[in-house]
Each structure stands twice: as structure tokens, then as C-alpha cells.
């Protein structure tokens, strides 16, 4: 049974660790991956360029990574975002979220492909307490287009969104070409020799099949 099963269901409490909490960045990314730890444990690892961030301990250049324990009950949610963010999804619309982050697209995301590759995506970042009275960086992803432009200066990180920028992700490779319309055989002209199977005529001229489908005639 797939670790992504019920991933469209999941309830989402984003979280993770890393980039510093109260902070936004523009992140590429650079592989996405299902990472077995020391204890047999499974953890979802976001790997990122930093293009931009307001934190001047993970400036421009930095390569930050976002780890999500599989085992914690917050796990598929906080894929749910990541994913639907990366592939330019509003986390808020839920509908088209948990309609196009399937099981299926999240074994994709976690496979050798690694089809999130190159892609931009937005976070913040902000300080909560946990049930137990603990600290934690709770991760808030947007997705993010990048054109060059300071995006730093306007708060939410929203305004970076390019509704639409992205093709889903099933279809982030080009679609094989349609085969070619099957050939008329006989062309036009061309009958079945009444008396030597595997010959055609036309009028005196006569050919064997494979020089009349290799156009020798």
C-alpha cells in the first residue's frame, strides 16, 4: 500500500524544519524525495536553491532542505500543500487541491523523474506552540512564479502567485507525438493480381507487394 494513500483526504497542518521561523523565501527546488532514516523511518525531503528570503542567516544561494516525518499524524497535509504549491495550486482552494494532488502524482513527485525540479515555490514561516507547550516552525507554502523582481516588499507572499503558470503535473513532460494516419493499401490504381498471389498490377505494369509498399514502382 502506497505511503501517499488518503493524501487528497488529509487535514493540513504545515510544518517543518530548517529555514528559520518569521521569515518568507522564494525557493527553487531542487529534488523532492522519500528518504529512509537510521530507524527505518520515512521522511518526504524537500531539497532548495534560495532565491530570496528577508532571513540573513539562509540568504540568496543557500540550500535549505524541509524534512516531514511520514509517521506524524500531520505528515499528508503538510505534503498536500508542498505538493499543490509547487504545482502552482492556491492551498486554499481545496477542491482542486485534493482533486489533483493524488496518491498517484505523489509517488511521481518522490520518484527518480523528480518533476518538481526547476520549479519555484513561496514560504513562511512563523513560530507556534505545539499541544505539549513546545516550539515549532510552522511552514506556510504558497506557490511562486519568478520573473526577477523583489517580491520581498510585499507582504503576503502572495503577490508572487502566477495562477495557472504551472501544467499539471502528469503532463510536466511533452506528450508523445499521435501516430500517423495507417496507410491506404493498395494506392489508388494498384488491384491484386488474379494470378499471382502477392503481385499487384496497374494496367501492363506489374510489382511484387513489398516494392509497391516501398513506393519502387
Not at 45 to 67: A, H, L, N, R
Not at 72 to 92: E, K
Not at 174 to 198: D, E, I, K, R, T
Request: with cysteine; aromatic share 8%.
Amino acid at each position: 500500500m502506497s505511503l501517499f494513500k488518503g493524501v487528497n483526504n488529509a487535514t493540513m497542518s504545515l510544518g517543518g524544519i530548517y529555514l528559520n521561523d518569521g521569515h518568507k523565501y522564494l525557493l527553487e527546488i531542487s529534488a523532492t524525495k522519500l528518504v529512509v532514516g537510521r530507524k527505518s523511518d520515512n521522511f518526504f525531503v524537500g531539497e532548495f536553491v534560495v532565491v530570496e528570503s528577508d532571513d540573513p542567516k539562509i540568504g540568496t544561494g543557500s540550500k535549505p532542505s524541509w524534512v516531514c516525518a511520514m509517521k506524524q499524524d500531520a505528515a499528508l497535509g503538510n505534503i498536500l500543500a508542498y505538493i499543490g504549491s509547487a504545482m502552482g495550486i492556491n492551498p486554499q482552494d481545496d477542491a482542486r487541491l485534493r482533486t489533483e494532488v493524488t496518491e498517484d502524482v505523489s509517488e511521481l513527485v518522490v520518484s527518480a523523474k523528480n518533476p518538481l525540479r526547476g520549479k519555484f515555490i513561496g514560504v513562511v514561516t512563523k513560530l507556534v506552540k505545539t499541544r505539549a507547550g513546545g516550539d515549532f516552525t510552522k511552514h506556510y507554502w504558497e506557490p511562486a512564479s519568478y520573473s526577477g523582481a523583489s517580491m520581498l516588499s510585499d507582504a503576503p507572499m502572495a503577490a508572487a502567485r502566477a495562477p495557472g503558470a504551472y501544467p499539471p503535473l502528469a503532463s510536466a513532460g511533452a506528450p508523445p507525438p499521435p501516430p500517423p494516419p495507417p496507410a491506404v493499401f493498395p494506392p489508388s490504381g494498384w488491384a491484386v493480381h488474379p494470378s499471382s498471389p502477392g503481385w499487384y498490377y496497374q494496367g501492363q505494369k506489374v510489382v511484387s507487394e513489398a516494392d509497391l509498399r516501398a513506393g519502387r514502382v
